[in-house]
């Protein structure tokens, strides 16, 4: 029985989470009368004009065109919510940040809440992470709740925000029939910017000794161009939505078919929904089933192969003209294959066979019972599960270099997740016309259990043995949430609104034997004044919307990243790497790890200060946001001394501050029977810095981070108080008269005569000074444009590849490689890692989609509908970063698979 399965003592619990929905009716007068906008606020809904925190909603109707994943949908249409793909690799996902950083080495995504169901924050082996196994097209909205009085109703998981996501869902009446299909081409943005073979040829005969020069070869490979190609795929989705009175239905069915732009780099995503909402007892008990179930085939191309034809000798050709190897070219010494040449990228990529399965199921079933003999009390009850199983197989051909060296290879992976969810609540709302007030009160509890199986990877070389059995060892962890939580909120006179919340979290994570560190209490308080509301503004024919908000609350993070005991005394089974002999036998044994009996939650004190405005019937709207964030007790992974069980460990090791505005405003300038203009912009600021690491540490104390490629355990960032997280942590440069860097000549900033690491420096960060987005449509009779688009000003770039580009570099353990341009100006004799010159600005301005399309009106009937249209993403992006793209997650820039242009012609048919 697992360890964690005995710390708490569990209950039933749930979750609602309800719809948001525009319309529009007309009075009695004919005056258009505007229905309000509900929004999701976790365990319940709110009319978005009585919201007291910092809540964002977007519906299908604002969504980006052509995502393909569910993050994408959004990406620049919110701000203080970042959103960067891990790469240009078909299914990849993406990674989120509301409001940037707030914590160290513990998660920094927000949690993600998919009708009703909380997700795991990490991702399953052979797929991405849980929200890019989730079809886009079955998405209705997102509401994105960003600060503690927002989020701490989900207490131990809200540091980093909460999106709640909705599916669509059916209505009752006739059958609807919604099909869709887009066909796509993409193609790769651009090369690393390194040497044309005669170029290549100059330097090398210019630099290099006569043995070096002997190698050049006659041929000119662009290799950059060989692994790439023109990558074509399809998504095809059909829905069927309708219902009787009684039991509203929409059935779903998805297929997406993606070529990579790297060659034979393949996504397949299949994808079924069915969400059915029948009402019995005269509408008293109303019923949410929600089921999804997806199923991805992935092949992955290796990593290593971008890195490859950056590097490999463009002087020499694809194939030799033997059969050696494959018949590809590759480097040799003494005349075998020289075991530090790089790798032929095209060899590897016929050498190597890297696929996966993953198959996801979700599903929850959701009962709310308006009580018969109480109808302002509500009963609301959640059961959810969710499955997800990854496994994969990766062959490596030993006739080729890939697998030469060791015969060739098999080796096999499985991954199995389990989310159990079990909540309940009761809501009561009751209208208190004495007073001019109106209450809402929320009670309820949580638990929620997350189990992960992992069997051993296990490799053969060669041919497998006739007992193989990859699953012979394997390995279960897990852990376990139980909540209490509450939330009141009351309207008093319809103009002001008080709101608090309350959670008390138990976490199975904290378990250190004793219950000192178990339970974390988080809390949220708001209150919003609807100042258009009042009499001196009532009639106004100018402002139509100007309400103040104002929130300050306590929320917690979890999420550590190092497993599911950090804090208790556990044992790992070892590997096949790590074995016993007795006698001629070989026998795995446990090991203990090291853990942290002290260890407890970070947690994060928010205040937040809101404006919402409307002028001119709301022809202009927007908001303003200023926020503070202080995080203490950060976890960090850090070193520790020696003797331990470990060289390092998991510890509470400081604090964070985050101080931040962000705000947005959209206008409708044309607005008439026959055309339409949307235009909205939003822009973010923040800036986490460390306030305090280790007790007892001096000024020159900091954590390195960040690894690159180059020597071995290089970092290049750390965190240091007083400076961003991440920041880059580096030499500073000497320049010439004529500003030509000095090859290894750095600044002596301690004043001591000798360069040490003593003089490195913080310069720069991967922290934006802003985010900048901007979306606009004009419909015209049946015509609409539509684009988006986004900026990221003062973040910068670690640019790996040129770092790794010097003379040295291109005539190395005795085979030619290629260079970075830079290195032709440089002229470093060998590689400067840590020079500051490498750290480059990445701003940049992307133009994410353009879209034109044209709406044919009664096809087929009188109710049909079909929309063609025409679209481009990545369209195009303007920066001064010298690497392909200067969108890099984590800011070091070393062989990222850039994202493609993607051009897409497609057809939506409704009726």
């Given at each position: ?6 710390v ?13 929905f525009?319309?529009q ?32 909603s977007?519906?299908?109707k ?46 920094n995504?927000?949690l993600?809440?998919i ?108 290799w ?12 095809n ?28 780099n ?72 020289n ?20 198959y ?22 959640n ?7 990854g ?7 030993g ?11 098999s080796?096999?992976?499985s ?15 009751k ?23 992992t ?12 007992d193989?059995n ?49 339970y ?47 804090a ?35 947690t ?12 001119l ?120 008269a ?22 490195k ?7 934006p ?5 901007f ?16 900026a ?21 353990n ?9 290195a ?51 369209v ?30 497609g ?5």
């Open positions: 029985m697992r360890n964690y399965n005995t708490l003592k569990v209950a039933p619990a749930f979750l609602l989470l309800g719809a948001m525009s319309a009716t007309t009075d009695s007068i004919g005056k258009e009368k505007k229905i309000e906008e509900v929004v999701l606020i976790g365990y319940g809904k709110q009319k978005k004009s009585d919201l007291t925190g910092s809540i964002t977007i519906t299908s604002d969504f980006n065109g052509g995502a393909s994943t569910a993050a994408q949908l959004i990406q620049g249409k919110t701000p203080g919510v970042q959103i960067t793909t891990n790469s240009g690799a078909p299914g990849s996902g993406s990674q989120i940040r509301v409001r940037g950083t707030s914590s160290l080495s513990a998660n995504s927000p993600i809440v009708d009703g169901v909380p997700q795991d924050f990490a991702g399953i082996n052979g797929g991405a992470d849980p929200l890019s196994l989730i079809n886009p097209n079955d998405i209705a909205t997102f509401n994105i709740l960003k600060d503690a009085s927002a989020t701490a109703i989900y207490g131990n998981r809200a540091t980093n925000g909460v999106i709640l996501i909705t599916t669509k869902r059916g209505t009752s009446g006739r059958l609807k029939v919604d099909f869709s299909t887009v066909a796509s081409v993409s193609e790769k943005m651009g090369n690393v910017d390194v040497l044309s073979a005669d170029d290549f040829r100059s330097f090398v005969n210019a630099n290099a000794s006569a043995s070096y020069k002997a190698r050049l070869g006659t041929a000119d490979t662009n950059q161009d060989q692994i790439y190609q023109q990558a074509w795929g399809t998504d989705n059909l829905a069927l939505s309708g219902g009787l009175k009684w039991l509203p239905y929409r059935l779903s069915l998805g297929y997406n078919d993606q070529n990579g732009i790297v060659k034979t393949t996504f397949r995503r299949t994808s079924a929904g069915l969400n059915l909402n029948p009402t019995f007892f005269d509408k008293h008990l109303r019923v949410d089933v929600a089921l999804k179930g997806t199923y991805t085939d992935n092949r992955f191309a290796d990593g290593g192969v971008i890195n490859a034809a950056t590097y490999f000798d463009p002087t020499q050709p694809v194939y030799s003209g033997n059969s050696n190897y494959g018949g590809f070219y590759e480097h040799l010494l003494n005349g075998g294959l075991v530090n040449g790089t790798a032929n990228p095209l060899s590897t990529l016929q050498a190597i066979r890297d696929i996966s399965s993953v996801r199921g979700l599903g929850n079933i959701q009962l709310d019972y308006k009580v018969h003999f109480l109808p302002d009390l509500h009963i609301n009850v059961a959810g599960y969710d499955y997800t199983k496994e994969g197989h990766k062959t490596v051909d006739n080729l270099r890939a697998g030469y060296f060791n015969g060739g290879s080796s096999t992976y991954q199995e997740k389990k989310n159990k969810l079990l909540e309940t609540f009761f809501n009561y709302t209208d208190i016309a004495a007073i001019s007030t109106k209450v809402d009160l929320t009670g309820g509890y949580s638990y929620q259990d997350f189990e992960t199986s069997p051993s990877t296990y490799t053969t070389l060669g041919n497998p043995p006739a193989y990859p699953y012979s060892l394997a390995s279960k962890t897990g852990y376990t949430l139980v909540s209490f939580y509450g939330r009141g909120i009351f309207t008093i006179a319809d103009k002001y609104v008080l709101s608090a919340s309350l959670r008390r979290d138990g976490s199975s994570r904290f378990y250190n034997g004793t219950t000192n560190n178990l974390g209490t988080f809390y949220g308080f708001s209150g919003a004044w609807k100042i258009s509301d009042e009499k001196f503004l009532k009639d106004s024919k100018v402002v139509s919307n100007l309400k103040l908000r104002g929130g300050y609350g306590l929320t917690g993070n979890q999420e550590i990243n190092s497993g599911d005991f950090p208790f005394a556990s044992y790992n089974l070892s590997g096949p790497g790590a074995q016993y002999q007795f006698g001629g036998s070989f026998y795995n044994f446990y090991r203990p790890n090291i853990y942290n009996p002290n260890l407890k939650w970070e994060a004190t928010t205040k937040n200060l809101g404006l919402d405005f409307g002028f019937n709301d022809r202009i709207t927007g908001s303003v946001d200023i926020y503070e964030k202080d995080t203490k007790d950060l976890i960090g992974q850090v070193i520790v001394a020696a003797g331990d069980l470990s060289n390092q460990n998991i510890l509470n090791i400081g604090n964070m501050n985050n101080k931040g505005i962000e705000g947005s405003i959209n206008f409708v300038p044309i607005k008439n029977e026959t055309v339409r203009w949307d235009l909205g912009f939003n822009a973010t600021h923040y800036n986490p810095i460390v306030t305090k690491l280790q007790e007892r540490a001096d000024d020159t104390y900091n954590i390195p981070v960040g690894g690159i490629s180059g020597g071995v355990g290089n970092t290049i960032q750390a965190h240091a108080v007083g400076y961003n997280p991440y920041s880059f942590y580096v030499y500073q440069q000497v320049y010439d004529n500003g030509k860097p000095l090859d290894g000549v750095y600044v002596d900033r301690n004043g001591d005569g000798n360069i040490t690491a003593a003089d420096y913080f310069y720069k960060s991967t922290t000074d802003a985010i900048l987005g979306n606009t449509k004009v419909s015209y009779k049946n015509w609409d444009l539509s684009m988006s688009g986004r990221v000003l003062g973040n910068y770039v670690y640019n790996n590849a040129a770092s790794n580009s010097s003379i040295q570099s291109a005539t190395t005795d085979f030619l490689q290629n260079v970075y341009s830079s032709v100006n440089y002229r470093f004799q060998s590689p400067q890692y840590f020079s500051d010159i490498f750290i480059e600005n990445a701003s940049f301005f992307r133009l994410d989609n353009i879209n034109i399309g044209y709406n044919f009106k009664d096809i087929l009937s009188t109710k049909g509908n079909m929309r063609v249209y025409a679209m481009a993403q990545n195009f992006v303007i920066t001064k970063y010298s690497g392909v793209d200067p969108e890099v997650f984590n800011g070091i820039d070393n062989g990222y698979y850039q994202l493609p242009h993607v051009y897409s012609l057809f939506n048919f409704q009726f």
